[in-house]
């Protein structure tokens, strides 16, 4: 039989040059994998984009219609299952797009192609915000949904500092509780698939890139491969310490101020500017959760202890 | 000596009422049910806010809680407590350490399995429901936490 490490190895050696030495090691040891996309080569063809459609089919949503109506009348239904082609955009059905930047830089003219997706923060929001517990971290640094559970209530996109997530109405767990009062469908976004990492397998965006501009492994490796490239190019990298830093890193030979003026942005179209850590106010705030109990614990045995004295010294 | 007095007790229902506010509001249905669009209570809509003043609410109750803790602790008056005191112990420790768990969850450095953090944040939900319902119980029955010599 097939030894996981011997499986793995086989797949990495298929893979080569699409992962980074060590990493069927450093996923063993449970360690954070992140990718590398050197914007300098993306043609923009859109093979990865095809293969996450092809290889996510069977994760898409497949809603019911009639959609519950819902109530308040304010709450919109979300529905994409008949736009399912688009793919210029985020949306329920497509978790990858090439946003195409175009602009003059130094007095030279450039298109930079850029695969957007779920960044796969190292801090999410997403999955640190979520009252319900559906949006979740993987020890191997993915930030993914569990459709199963998930209300559809948005929260995740309104958090996410790039609004990654789109809703699909008529779907998910919501329709067996109370489908018109609460909930509205499933979040959807990139999931690094998941499955096939657990596989020992690259995501399929990464496999079909037939100009290998993206490679995946250990977050540490990945972060100097990254330097080691913009040095290399004279480059810029976004992604290092974006909302806390993330495990999507880009490179490229125009800087990232420059391409966000470039891109068109709104719904489904994400930003590329600056995005400070979200989650710091927690870290300190948290910090005075954890020693309240102690503090007050402390506090409350030395005023028994004081008022025992005191009445000590009157007797 | 360890029961409180009207300024405390009105504190603790106040930081209470407020951080089931704040925890409801965790869930995005303030905004889908016009709530933030009442005059004072926009920021129940802003989710990073509300998250944020829900951990210094609950800094602050876990303060008192522990306060009295101690007091009744180094007064050797553990003895004294009710099994409708006992209940309730139970109901606080656990919203007390779910609570914790998921402020742990939120540090960069911390890793629960998702499952986990499933059932805690579901937990973290039931365990003020039924404290709700079993404080409800106690003030219809006059169910007191701390028998004589002291009150509650």
Redo the contacts between chains.
Sequence with gaps: MLSRRSFLQGVLASSAGLMLPGTVEAYDRGEVLATLLDLSKCVGCGECVSACKEVNKSKFPVPKKPFPKMY?S??KVADWSDKQDVDDRLTPYNWLFIQTATGTWQGKEFEINIPRRCLHC??P?C????????C????NGIVRI?AD?CLG???CK??CPWHIPERQTGVGLYLKLLPSY?GNGVMYKCDRCYDKIAQGKVPACIEVCPEGVQIIGPRDEIIAKAHELAKKMNGYIYGEYEN?GTNTIYVSPVPFEVLNKCIEKGPGKPHLDKVPY??D???Y??Q???T??????????????S?FKKDEGEN | ?LGWNKSWKRLFAILVGLLMLTGFA????FK???IADLPGLGWTAD??FN??FH??L???L??????????????GSLRYVTWFGWIKVVLWAGI?IT??LR??????DF?FN?KM??????LH?AFPFILGLVALWGKFFKKKYLICPYED
Excluded at chain 1, 127 to 134: I, Y
Excluded at chain 1, 292 to 305: I, M, Q, R
Aim: hydrophobic share 50%; proline share 7%.
């Design positions: 308040p304010r709450v190292l801090v929001p999955a640190n915000l979520c009252p319900w517990g559906a979740l971290k993987q020890k569990n559970i209530g948005s929260k309104s958090v609460a806390g979200s989650m106010k927690e870290e705030l948290g005075a959760v954890l309240a109990p102690v503090v007050g614990l402390l506090a409350g045995v030395l005023t028994v202890l008022k | 000596m965790q869930m995005p249905i889908r049910y016009y989710f990073y998250h944020r951990y210094v609950a800094t602050i876990i303060l008192m809680i522990f306060f009295q803790i101690g007091r009744v602790i180094a007064s007390i609570g914790i402020v742990l969850k939120n540090f960069p890793y998702p953090v499933m059932y805690i944040d579901w939900l």
